[in-house]
């Protein structure tokens, strides 16, 4: 019997391929996932804040006076292997060692000359920023515990770690004044330290600088409404403190003497980058942490907040990309002028830099290690034109 076929209309399309129909079917999956993914985002109740239009109108500093853009070229690895996240460095001329605060709840001493590491006090925290008192103790801001005072034999005391009935969310940064009030302080009083990159998503004031008088037990809150406030630093002569806004890339100053006494305004701003802690050298300068150099699109983000929704809502449920590159450290005068930065590309997370005599000291949140450069042999160097 005859095959019998079936004739088809001589203008009809010819079927779908298998790879044709794979490829709508993989198209369709796509849109579909993306569109559950915004509406996911969306639903989340994450809110970023508008920045203001003279913030955003803010283009960080263009050229310094002198750069060296390749600090990790002939630098040195201190104690690696040995500092887990060594995020704050102090020096003690007396003993000639650093105080470093570490990850794993440490603070550990290294001596300057050969380098030696020693495990000296563990606080049961996160150790951030470190303080060295006039009498030999230190003094430690820890994220989680609050403020504490190490004694010469490491003795733990807890000082203060909330005020106006509010605790501490991440207690960040301290210093010492000559008649021992401690200046310090919270990043967030809303995020601890493990979230700390929704606080900077989000967009909103929750920092705070406070003070802790030991004669009277008292904390008393100086300065609201802070962006991330991070590193704090005493004047040469104790008649102001500088600290930090992180996401603002500014450092501002409060006044604890003189005509202005309890004002604050800005000590240097546009920086080239997310600042951390600050350092006095002793010499006129003070030494500010680049954590991250300022991007294109950190500039979107601050311009769009559901940029910063969707950064956040990664932050939570999946992993933030990183762009975080060029971090380093900008000296600056006591007048807040800009004089050097010291960075590289392959830099990231440095939060605290400090000089000693001929070398300049690098900590951070993610090596294991102290960079330490010599700066007679590597120093940094009058640009034609740099753009950072």
């Not at 005391?157 to 909330?162: I, R, V």
């Not at 003070?286 to 699109?297: D, F, K, L, P, S």
Request: aromatic residues 10%; charged residues 25%.
């Amino acid at each position: 019997m005859a095959e019998s076929t079936r004739s088809v209309p001589p203008n009809s399309p010819a079927p779908p391929s298998t790879t044709t129909s794979w490829r709508a079917g993989l198209f369709l999956s796509a849109v579909i996932t993306v569109l559950i993914s915004l509406l996911l985002v969306h639903l989340d109740t994450f809110d970023a804040a508008p920045y203001s239009s003279d913030e955003l109108a803010k283009r960080p500093i263009s050229v310094l006076p002198r750069v060296n853009p390749r600090v990790l070229h002939g630098s040195e690895k201190i104690g690696e292997g040995q500092l887990k996240g060594p995020e704050d460095i102090v020096f003690d001329p007396k003993l000639g060692v650093m105080y470093t605060s570490c990850g794993d709840g440490w603070i550990k001493r290294v001596t300057l000359n050969d380098s030696v590491v020693e495990n000296w006090v563990n606080t049961g925290g996160r150790p951030l920023g470190l303080a060295l008192g006039y009498s030999g103790e230190v003094y430690v801001a820890d994220a989680f515990k609050g403020i504490l005072k190490l004694t010469e034999d490491g003795e733990i005391e807890a000082l203060t770690d909330e005020a106006e009935g509010i605790k501490f969310g991440t207690t960040d940064a301290v210093t010492v004044a000559k008649n021992g009030v401690l200046y310090f302080t919270d990043a967030s009083w809303k995020y601890d330290l493990h979230d700390f990159a929704l606080d900077i998503l989000e967009g909103r004031p929750y920092g705070r600088l406070m003070t802790y008088d030991p004669s009277t037990k008292q904390t008393k809150v100086i300065a609201r409404d802070l962006y991330y406030a991070n590193g704090v630093e005493m004047s040469p002569e104790q008649d102001f403190v500088v600290f930090c806004e992180t996401p603002m890339m500014r450092c501002r100053r409060y006044y604890i003497h003189g005509e202005k006494e309890g004002s604050t305004d800005v000590f240097i701003d546009r920086l080239p980058g997310m600042p951390d802690n600050i350092h006095y050298d002793g010499e006129g300068h003070y030494w500010i942490g680049i954590a991250a150099e300022h991007t294109h699109e950190w500039d979107l983000a601050r311009k769009y907040p559901y940029i910063r929704k969707l950064l956040a809502f990664l932050e939570k449920y999946l992993k933030r990309p990183s762009v975080e590159k060029n971090a380093g450290g900008v000296a600056v005068d006591l007048n807040g002028n800009p004089i050097a930065r010291y960075y590289d590309r392959d830099l990231k997370s440095v939060t605290s830099v400090i000089k000693i005599r001929e070398h300049l000291y690098l900590g951070n949140l993610v090596k294991s290690f102290i960079i330490r450069l010599n700066l007679t042999q590597y120093p940094a160097t009058a640009p034609s034109s740099t753009m950072i």
